[in-house]
């Protein structure tokens, strides 16, 4: 029988990742077993898409301690993979905070007294049970991250339902991949679609290429899967479409949204949020809370990840390559979370 479909799931003392690198062509998994693996499988994207990237940061704390590394260090490993997506920095801060109130007096994280000599069996049992510990809260972030996106996908309906009440079909506009892939469960901007559907609204969507990287196949093999009516454009299709009246709103998602409500997503979301604006279509942000960064006053303090030239190919050219771009909160119609829908100058209303 075909294993599940699962993004990430546990398999004993390891991790088991739906490997997006190879997708949609084949499905094939791939074992995290170390620090490393999971540090890899971040960097080479193996997994992507700001929760999921958090939820596999999770799992890293655990199998690096499983390993005996001290957790600082497992932290600035898995910390320096992806600079722009918050829910990495998020799971990180959430695991160091629950570790740290269980460390065992006198004891470094790698089981060795703060002088360096063994510890004792009683420090070890504490050690052991800090892995575990570890096990438990990064379990915790995958499931809440499936809860949270359950409840935008409720959410988001609502947005959808007012424009089927009055047409045929809803025709939605989707950037990257914010479905289930870039979760734990899901997605984020493919929620409410989802949603809809299994509500019986008409939905189609309009899935963009998403050069270089192509994420856009990824969400037209998940909504192929899902029998949802979709079109694959070129991301430069996509102001065309709106023209024409072809589109009822945009939903995207998110890797960081600060605290002004500008949001960071796949680079080609902003243009498409400047000709949402032009032509009256709304343009929408769904994301959990853990991807607003209220330390972050806006968008020009967001770190934009710089990709490698080689994304485009053998080009003998010089090459700029930003993984992302920010839409400024007020091309914003609203921002989708787990809370409700808020307007985007509003976040404070969902800060935890
Ligand atoms: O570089 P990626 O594929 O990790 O980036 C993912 C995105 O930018 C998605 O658009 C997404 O909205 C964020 S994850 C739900």
Same mark, same amino acid.
């Not at 998403?210 to 093999?221: D, F, I, S």
């Not at 929408?284 to 990840?305: K, L, N, Q, R, W």
């Given at each position: 029988?075909?294993?599940?479909?699962?993004?990430?799931?546990?398999?004993?003392?390891?991790?088991?990742?739906?490997?997006?690198?190879?997708?949609?062509?084949?499905?094939?998994?791939?074992?995290?077993?170390?620090?490393?693996?999971?540090?890899?499988?971040?960097?080479?994207?193996?997994?992507?898409?700001?929760?999921?990237?958090?939820?596999?940061?999770?799992?890293?704390?655990?199998?690096?301690?499983?390993?005996?590394?001290?957790?600082?260090?497992?932290?600035?490993?898995?910390?320096?993979?992806?600079?722009?997506?918050?829910?990495?920095?998020?799971?990180?801060?959430?695991?160091?905070?629950?570790?740290?109130?269980?460390?065992?007096?006198?004891?470094?994280?790698?089981?060795?007294?703060?002088?360096?000599?063994?510890?004792?069996?009683?420090?070890?049992?504490?050690?052991?049970?800090? =892995?575990?510990? #570890? &096990?438990?809260? !990064? *379990? /915790?972030?995958?499931?809440?991250?499936?809860? @949270?996106?359950? +409840?935008? %996908?409720?959410h988001g309906l609502e947005i959808l339902k007012p424009v089927a009440a009055m047409k045929d079909r809803v025709e939605v506009m989707t950037h990257c991949n914010a479905g289930w892939l870039a979760t734990v469960a899901h997605g984020t901007a493919l929620a409410p679609i989802y949603a809809a559907h299994?509500?019986?609204?008409?939905?189609?969507?309009?899935?963009?290429?998403?050069?270089?990287?192509?994420?856009? =196949?990824?969400? #037209? &093999?998940?909504? !192929? *899967? /899902?029998?949802?009516?979709?079109?694959?454009? @070129?991301?430069? +299709?996509? %102001?065309?479409?709106?023209?024409?009246?072809?589109?009822?709103?945009?939903?995207?998602?998110?890797?960081?949204?600060?605290?002004?409500?500008?949001?960071?997503?796949?680079?080609?979301?902003?243009?498409?949020?400047?000709?949402?604006?032009?032509?009256?279509?709304?343009?929408?942000?769904?994301?959990?809370?853990?991807?607003?960064?209220?330390?972050?006053?806006?968008?020009?303090?967001?770190?934009?990840?710089?990709?490698?030239? !080689?994304?485009?190919?053998?080009?003998?050219?010089?090459? @700029?390559n930003p993984a992302f771009d920010v839409t400024p909160a007020v091309l914003i119609a609203g921002i989708v979370t787990e809370h409700g829908s808020v307007p985007a100058d509003q976040l404070a209303r969902v800060k935890p």
């Amino acid at each position: 029988m075909d294993p599940p479909l699962q993004t990430i799931r546990e398999d004993g003392a390891a991790v088991v990742i739906l490997d997006q690198t190879r997708l949609p062509r084949e499905t094939a998994f791939v074992r995290l077993g170390t620090l490393a693996d999971a540090a890899r499988a971040i960097r080479v994207m193996q997994v992507r898409g700001a929760p999921l990237i958090g939820a596999t940061a999770a799992y890293g704390v655990a199998l690096g301690l499983q390993e005996g590394l001290p957790l600082a260090r497992i932290i600035a490993t898995l910390a320096a993979t992806r600079p722009t997506a918050v829910n990495l920095r998020w799971a990180l801060e959430r695991m160091r905070s629950a570790l740290e109130k269980c460390r065992p007096a006198g004891v470094q994280p790698n089981g060795l007294r703060e002088e360096g000599l063994p510890a004792g069996a009683g420090a070890l049992s504490a050690l052991a049970g800090r =892995q575990d510990l #570890a &096990w438990d809260e !990064a *379990r /915790a972030i995958a499931r809440e991250d499936a809860e @949270a996106n359950a +409840a935008i %996908g409720r959410h988001g309906l609502e947005i959808l339902k007012p424009v089927a009440a009055m047409k045929d079909r809803v025709e939605v506009m989707t950037h990257c991949n914010a479905g289930w892939l870039a979760t734990v469960a899901h997605g984020t901007a493919l929620a409410p679609i989802y949603a809809a559907h299994a509500a019986g609204l008409a939905v189609h969507v309009w899935v963009s290429e998403t050069r270089p990287r192509n994420q856009g =196949q990824l969400t #037209a &093999w998940e909504l !192929a *899967r /899902a029998g949802i009516a979709h079109t694959f454009i @070129a991301d430069n +299709a996509a %102001g065309l479409l709106m023209m024409q009246g072809q589109v009822d709103c945009v939903i995207v998602g998110a890797d960081r949204i600060a605290a002004n409500g500008d949001t960071a997503n796949k680079i080609g979301t902003y243009l498409k949020a400047l000709a949402a604006r032009a032509h009256g279509v709304p343009f929408y942000v769904a994301a959990p809370v853990s991807t607003i960064d209220f330390t972050c006053p806006d968008g020009m303090h967001i770190p934009i990840e710089e990709r490698s030239a !080689a994304e485009f190919g053998a080009l003998h050219t010089p090459v @700029a390559n930003p993984a992302f771009d920010v839409t400024p909160a007020v091309l914003i119609a609203g921002i989708v979370t787990e809370h409700g829908s808020v307007p985007a100058d509003q976040l404070a209303r969902v800060k935890p």
